[in-house]
């Protein structure tokens, strides 16, 4: 499979990847309390879908200035950090996201709290092999 150039990909981020995420934004911030600050937590948590706490752990990074809305700015760079940047970058984003202690390292007390906030299913799995 051939690599695409960097003009390309470039090319792709402005013409697919950010009018897609910007029409993402349009729609949460119409699910906002307060449209002319931002999304707020709860339709990016609903939007999102993540997990235990990981769903605030990914607003909390994406909000920069830490005032509870993403502005158009932060959820595009989040986004465009989260989907569409290097493995570099990829993997310190994820970094960032499971060091709940936020002492630049994720340590047993961080695992121990992303594994305790994941809801808990017991209901066994309808047959091996499957995604679940």
């Known amino acids: 499979m ?11 981020q402005q ?6 995420f910007k029409e993402i934004f ?6 906002s309390n307060d449209k002319a600050k ?3 937590k709860l339709s990016f948590l609903d939007y999102c879908q993540l997990p235990g706490i990981l769903g605030e752990r ?3 990074l994406f909000d920069q200035n830490k005032d509870s809305y993403l502005s158009k700015r932060e959820f595009l760079y989040g986004m465009l950090n989260f989907y569409c940047s290097n493995l570099d970058k990829k ?3 994820i970094f960032k996201l499971y060091d709940f202690d936020c002492d630049s390292r994720v340590s047993k007390a961080d ?3 992303l594994i305790s906030s994941l809801p808990f299913n017991s209901s066994p ?3 091996e092999g499957k995604f679940t």
């Open 38 to 40: 931002g999304i707020n």
């Open 125 to 127: 799995v309808a047959s």
């Open 111 to 113: 695992i121990i709290t």
């Open 26 to 31: 349009d729609d949460l911030v119409n699910r």
């Open 91 to 93: 993997v310190n984003t």
């Open 15 to 20: 013409n697919v990847y950010i009018p897609y």
């Open 58 to 60: 990914l607003f909390r």
């Open 2 to 12: 051939e690599k695409l150039s960097s003009k390309d990909e470039d090319s792709i």
